[in-house]
């Protein structure tokens, strides 16, 4: 069975070709990713406190605001696009790993690394393509990838088997709510025009239940979640207990 589940895909040729046309546009604060542009900061600081309050240095808690709090962690980001996520944890000094199924993503990502100085280690493939018996992390993070890989609990599986004993799975995603669907669908693609018309499918939204019992299937048990809600007052994105839109949550091996 487990090698039947090794041979489904869990890529969905269509989202990979959407946002492999981005190329270069990644990085434009201003452009087609803005939306996550503007989500970066709640997510970044979101990793940072979380990984320095699990992983211990010296027998003491890390420093977060220390000048390379995530030094000696060994993290995969899964769905990496072109860096946005992979570039901030390698400058808070952890060793990144970056998959991503697109292969002109992967070009910009490794392009934009090498002008900004950092060693990150960019891979065109699978989460399924990795083989976990010969690495595994620290923390592996599924990042606004979750609502569009085809096979969910097959990309979970994958992905929970590259995590250490003692390591996490890191996971931020859509709830499938109506107000998810009033907020993130109509809003965000047809009313603000915050990405591309038809991004997202709310069908494949997931909910924290669902995740949850999916992650402890995989052996994995929750330690933490959140929402993060924006604040159109202040155009910023902030943590929160609403988990009816975005959420985030880890899981331990």
Aim: aromatic letters at 8%; one cysteine or more; proline letters at 6%.
């Amino acid at each position: 069975m487990v090698e039947e589940a090794r041979r489904r895909t869990t890529v969905d040729a269509e989202d990979v070709a959407r946002f492999d046309r981005v190329g270069g546009a990644w990085w434009d604060p201003q452009g087609p990713m803005a939306a996550l542009h503007a989500f970066n900061p709640v997510r970044i600081a979101y990793l940072r406190d979380l990984l320095c309050r699990h992983f211990p240095q010296d027998g003491q808690f890390r420093d977060r605001h220390a000048a390379h709090p995530l030094q000696g962690l060994r993290l995969l980001d899964i769905g990496c696009g072109a860096g946005l996520l992979s570039e901030p944890l390698a400058r808070l000094g952890a060793s990144m790993t970056a998959i991503d199924p697109a292969p002109h993503n992967i070009e910009v990502a490794r392009a934009h690394a090498e002008t900004s100085g950092l060693a990150i280690d960019y891979r065109c493939m699978r989460v399924e393509d990795l083989d976990p018996a010969a690495e595994c992390f620290d923390a592996v993070l599924t990042m606004e990838v979750l609502e569009h890989v085809a096979d969910v609990p097959a990309f979970l599986k994958y992905a929970a088997d590259l995590v250490r004993p003692g390591g996490l799975l890191i996971a931020a995603t859509l709830n499938r709510t109506l107000k998810s669907f009033a907020l993130a669908i109509v809003g965000a693609e047809y009313i603000l025009r915050w990405v591309e018309p038809g991004t997202h499918q709310w069908r494949q939204f997931i909910t924290p239940e669902e995740l949850t019992r999916m992650l402890r299937a995989n052996g994995l048990t929750l330690i933490d979640r959140t929402g993060a809600s924006y604040d159109p007052l202040r155009r910023q994105w902030r943590l929160s207990h609403d988990l009816d839109i975005n959420y985030m949550l880890a899981a331990r091996r």
